[in-house]
C-alpha cells in the first residue's frame, strides 16, 4: 500500500510539472492541419476538443495536436438599442507553450488575418514580449528553458511574434493576479495539492508510466528527444482531470477569472469594431472560454483546425 501511494504521488507530481510548464505561462520541422466543419459531437465541450494524442495503427503516439476552434454569430456590442447585430467570428486557439517551431511560425502566418489576437500574460498592461529582452534569473523561467532543451522543443515567448500589430493584451496585471489568489485564498501549492489529490482518487492503473520514464532516459540523442515527447504527451490526455482539479467547485484565479478580463477585453474589441478576433490562450482556459461564448455572447462553434504542436513521428 505504501507504494502505491509513493508511485502514485510520483506520477502526479510529473503530471503537475508538464501541466504547470505547457499550460501556464525541435528541431523538426513537420508542419500539417486538418479542417472540418462542426459536428454533433462539438457540442459537448472537454479538453480533449482542444488538445489530443494522435496515434499509428499500432497505438504509437504521433502527434500531439492543438484546435483552433471558430466560433460565429450576430452580436449587438451596446445592447438593444445600439442599432442591427454584427456578424462576428472568434477563433479560440489553443496553445501549449513548448512546441516545434514550425507551429509557432504557422501560428504567426495565421494570426495576420486577423483584426486582433488578444494574447494571455500576467504582466503590466500592454506588455510585448521580446526573446531579446533581457530576464532576470526565476526558477520557473529555468524549469521552462531546461524542457526546451530536453525535449528538443521552442518556448512560445521566443517564437511567436507578439510585436505584431494587432496583438492585445488580454489578461490579468501581476497586481491584479496576487488581489484575485489573496481574495479566493488560493496559493500555488494549494493549486498543485488539488491536482494531486484529484488524480490519487481515479482509478487508473498506474501501469509502467515510470519505467517508461525510466527507460526514455537510458536512451540517447534523437531517440532520448523522441522518446521524453510521446511520454510526455501522453500525460496531456489528462488534461480534463487537471483542470477539474485547478478550478475545483468555485472556479480559481488561474483560469476561470483570467478568462474573465480576456472575455472583457473582447467586448472592447468588439466595440471598436472588430470583427474577426482571436483567443490565443492555453489549452487548459478553452472549455471554460467555449461555454461563455455560447451563453454570453450567443456564438456557436462552426469549424474546427487541428495543428501539430509536437512531431512524434520516428
Known sequence: MELFFERRWQTMLGLGIIVGVTVAGAKGEVFSFTEKPAGPRVEKWSGSHFLRVTRDNQG????????????????????????????VKVD???????????YFRELNRRFQGYDAVLYELVAPPDARPSPDAPAGFTWWGFA?????????????LDG???QARNFVHADMTPEQFRESMTQRRESAWQILLRILAQAMLQPK????????LWEALQKR??????ALRRWAATHFEDLELAIQAVEGPRGSTILSERNKVALRVLRDELQKNRRSVAIFYGAAHMPDFARRLQEEFSLQPTQWTWLVAWDLKE
Open 160 to 162: 511567436i511574434d507578439y
Open 205 to 212: 492503473p498506474i501501469g509502467d508510466e515510470w519505467e517508461g
Open 92 to 102: 479560440l486557439v489553443a496553445a501549449v507553450h513548448l512546441a516545434d517551431p514550425a
Open 60 to 87: 504509437t503516439p504521433i502527434a500531439l495536436e492543438t484546435a483552433i476552434v471558430r466560433f460565429e454569430g450576430h452580436y449587438r456590442p451596446g445592447g438593444r438599442e445600439s442599432g442591427p447585430p454584427a456578424a
Open 221 to 226: 540523442g534523437r531517440q532520448r528527444e523522441l
Open 144 to 156: 521552462q528553458q531546461l524542457a526546451t532543451q530536453i525535449l528538443g522543443l521552442q518556448f512560445q
